[in-house]
Structures are given as C-alpha cells and as structure tokens.
C-alpha cells in the first residue's frame, strides 16, 4: 500500500507497531504502582448504563438492558488503556457513557477531580474541548455532504473558538498533522478510501486540542494493512500532543501494541485489569486467557511453535439477565458451586493486576474449600490444536509485516489476502474463526489425557478440580 499524500507521518506508516510504540510507553513498574491522585485523569465507579425495556401502550417498564453493570477504573494522565471484550460486552456503551454522549444509570465519573456524573449540556460544554471521541465507522461518522475542511472545523464553530492563523489554516495544519494533504480541505469523504477517513475523524476530534480520546474500535472497520498505519499514527499524536487514550477493541492483537493496561470486560463487568506484560504473560482470569489463546502468533519463528488454543463454546448471554454468580460461569472450565451463586469481586492479586475470579490462572484459589465443578463447565470449551491456528494467524501475521514494512509482503498484497476478514463485521469474522475450528474435524482436536488442571482447557468430563497451587 503505498503511503497517504505525502504527509508528515508517511514514514511512520512502515513502521514496526511495537517499536514504535515501545519507544513512547511507560515502563512496567510506572504502571504498576497505585497512581498518584493528580495523575489520574477520569476516574470511574461502580459505573451502570441500563438501557429500559419498555412494553404496552403504558410503555412500561419491564426490564433493563444491563449494558454496563457497575464497573470501577481509572485512566491515569498520558497513558493508553485498552478496553477488549467479545462484542456485546458493553465497551462502546462505556465508552459513550464515559464521554457523557449517553447517560449514566448509576454510578461516577470524575474528570480532573471534577465530578461530571450528572452535568447537563451547558455544563458539559467546556469539556467537550477536552473529552473527545473517535467512532469505528469511517464511512458513517463523517456526513457526505460536507467538505473535508467543513467537517474537522466543526468543532470550532460548535465552541466558538478561533483559533490563531484562522480556523482554515489550523485546519490545514490538522489534515497534514494527520498524513493528508492540506489540498483536501475542498473535497468530499467519498473521495477518500477508509484509513484516510478515519484520518479525517483522528483529525476533527484533535481539533480542540483534547486531554482525553476515546476510540471505540477505530481501525476494525478498516483492511489490515491500513490498521497499522492508522495504530502508528494514534500512537505517534500521543506523543507530539500529551495524549490520554481510552481505546476500544475486540481485537487484542490491536490493543496489545498500543496499550500501557488493558481492561477485559465480559458482560458488562470489568473481570481483569492489568498493565499489558502482566495480561499477555501470565493472565489470571480465565476468560482473558480464552481471548488471549485466541490471538493468532504473527511471529513466523514462533507460529511453529506448540500451543494450543481454547475454544469458548456458546455466546455472550443476554444482558437483560445475565446468569447468576460469576457472569461466566456459563463458559468458564473451571465453574464450580460458589462461582454460580457468589458474584466475584475486583480485586487486586497482584501488583497492578486486579481479577474477579474465585479460581484464577496462576495464584491460589479464591474459594479453596469449592472442588466440584459444575456441570457447565465439563462442556464449556474445547481445545483446538496448534495446526488450525495456521489460518488465522496469516491475518496476524499481515498486519505485523506491514506495520514492519516487510519487503515481501506490501500493503496491497497483504489487502488482496485479508480483505475478506477486514471488511466482514465482527460477528461474520468471529463465526468465521468458529468455522475454521470445525472444518478441521476430530482429528485437530486434542483430549487431555491428563486430569483437568487450573489453566488448561478440556472437554473431558471431570468431577475433581485440582488444587492451582498444585503444577
Ligand atoms: N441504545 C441501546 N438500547 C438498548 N440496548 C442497547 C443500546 N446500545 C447498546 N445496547 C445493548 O447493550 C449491550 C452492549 O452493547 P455495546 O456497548 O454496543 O457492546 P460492545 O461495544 O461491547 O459490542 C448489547 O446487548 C446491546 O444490544
Ligand atoms: S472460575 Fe468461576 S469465578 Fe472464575 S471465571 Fe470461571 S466461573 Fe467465573
Ligand atoms: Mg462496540
């Protein structure tokens, strides 16, 4: 893919994501020791955004989408934090609600300090200088029949601001400070492909030079080999302009690389929050590690290499009722009793790594007296071999040659491949990587022949969970 109109970021587009983003992130130990307060720039609590279910000609109420269903985090001041989860899990909603463009069912939000919970409109407005949003949809979140210079001088003529040099000239520098050429200013979205457009949104929504921006899944929509571009370019403007990210995903792959902590929500709950060596490396939620497994290695040398993968049977349950206990345990391998009746707390089990499990991965049980695993969990995932890995870790694998800028494999190359999966919407890809399972048979599967122990996955039926502290 050759780079965007020559822009000042064109060289970046090449770059390697992790390096580049290794360079600006904040060392292990920064993000693992509590925060100062005044580090902190927006502070959540027990944050609940219940969308009602209305019926009859009353329009009563007779239930409640539980989008998001008390859910504690803090960003803290120059830092990315990730936020991942299978769809319908309530990020975007988070994200809305924590932007104040959607209303909070319960709950705080502070912003600065500031408690933002429940200003209305006229008190939102100066924040909305400093509290901005980058949407998934390229195509749908810039309106056809602006001009490129109509649309990012929108947020200028919504405040009132003028800024020095006049509003088209600093939105001229915004264009190039994006990679697009300040010729664009006269044209129209629909000249422009899908990564240039979510330039165009990076750059209205930089605009007025904001503290916080949220990006709910802001290169999903686009082809695999423009995403690196665009993750180079968020994480360079961190950079150049102080940024605080918020950035949503599905996609862990993208998160892992931009991400100082990642939040992993299930169901309208947060259920681990960790900075990003402590996730990837030794994750203690088991639903973190069944996303983690998930995650094709891009690494040639390593896709080798042995490892399998585990296969979470069934969906998300419906957030109008979501099961008892842990919200998991419909999922989870290692449910037993308590998990179905006692919910489990936030909580802090190691530096910095804070997981709602009775029984997580790697750390003593939470519930040691609680052996018996339920019946659910017997069928609740499955163990895929190494092998049907393969497929899916050649989408990975593009995104890593591009952003490395890999002679062999350009962008256009790397595009003509993985079109298929950058244009499907998630939940045709997610069914997709369920197909790949199934298409490879029995034979791909492996039954443990080994009881069942904390961090591995069977079908297996089993009655006895094993002591964790037990390797
Ligand atoms: N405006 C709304 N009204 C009713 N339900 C909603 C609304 N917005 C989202 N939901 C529901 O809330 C749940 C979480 O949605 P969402 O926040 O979009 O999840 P995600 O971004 O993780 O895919 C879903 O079940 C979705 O259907
Ligand atoms: S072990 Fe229990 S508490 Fe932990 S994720 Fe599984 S179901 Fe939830
Ligand atoms: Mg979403």
Redesign the pocket.
């Known amino acids: 893919m050759p780079p965007l109109a020559g822009g000042p970021h064109a060289d970046l587009d090449r770059r390697d994501c992790a390096e580049a983003v290794s360079e600006t992130k904040k060392t292990d130990a920064d993000v693992t020791t509590a925060p100062d307060e005044r580090d902190i720039l927006l502070r959540v609590e027990g944050l609940q955004k219940h969308f009602p279910i209305r019926k009859g000609v009353l329009q009563r109420q007779v239930g409640a989408v539980k989008a998001v269903d008390g859910i504690d985090f803090e960003v803290r001041k120059g830092e990315t934090l990730g936020v991942v989860g299978e769809s319908g899990c309530g990020k975007s909603t988070m994200g809305r609600v924590i932007t104040r463009l959607q209303e909070p069912t319960g709950g705080s939000i502070h912003f600065e300090g500031q408690d933002i919970t429940r200003l209305n409109a006229a008190g939102m407005r100066p924040l909305r200088r400093d509290i901005q949003m980058i949407f998934q949809d390229p195509y749908g979140s810039l309106n056809p029949r602006h001009t490129i210079g109509g649309i990012v001088s929108a947020p200028f003529r919504l405040q009132g601001v003028e800024p020095e040099g006049g509003v088209k000239r600093e939105v001229q520098r915004l264009l190039e400070l994006v990679g697009l050429s300040p010729e664009h200013y006269n044209r129209y979205p629909h000249e422009f492909s899908g990564g240039q457009r979510q330039r165009i949104g990076i750059a209205r929504a930089l605009a007025l030079k904001p503290k916080l921006v949220v990006a709910d899944e802001p290169v999903s929509a686009l082809d695999v080999s423009i995403q690196a571009q665009v993750v180079n370019l968020m994480d360079d403007l961190q950079e150049e302009l102080g940024l605080t990210y918020v950035i949503i995903a599905h996609d862990l792959s993208v998160v892992r690389h931009v991400s100082d902590r990642i939040a992993v929500m299930y169901l309208g709950k947060i259920?681990e929050l960790a900075d990003r060596t402590s996730l990837y490396e030794a994750p203690m939620?088991?639903?973190t590690k069944a996303l983690m497994s998930a995650v094709p290695v891009p690494d040639p040398k390593r896709r080798g290499a042995k490892s399998e993968r585990i296969l979470l049977r069934g969906d998300v349950p419906s957030p109008i009722s979501p099961p008892s206990g842990?919200r998991?345990?419909t999922r989870?391998w290692?449910?037993?009793e308590i998990?179905k009746t006692t919910e489990?707390q936030l909580v802090e089990l190691r530096p910095g790594q804070r997981v709602?499990?009775?029984?997580?991965e790697n750390f003593a049980d939470q519930a040691p007296q609680d052996t018996v695993l339920l019946s659910v969990a017997k069928e609740a995932a499955e163990l895929v071999a190494e092998e049907v890995r393969a497929e899916s870790a050649k989408t990975s694998a593009a995104v890593a040659a591009v952003a490395a800028g890999s002679a062999e494999e350009t962008g256009a190359e790397a595009a003509g491949k993985t079109a298929d999966t950058a244009e499907k919407p998630e939940a045709e890809v997610a069914a997709d990587v369920e197909a790949t399972g199934a298409k490879t048979g029995p034979g791909a599967k492996t039954a443990p022949a080994a009881p069942l122990k904390t961090g591995e996955a069977t079908t297996e039926p089993e009655t006895e969970r094993q002591d964790p502290t037990d390797k």
């Not at 709602?356 to 997580?360: I, S």
């Open positions: 259920v939620h088991p639903y842990c998991f345990h989870c290692k449910a037993t998990c489990p709602a499990c009775h029984h997580p």
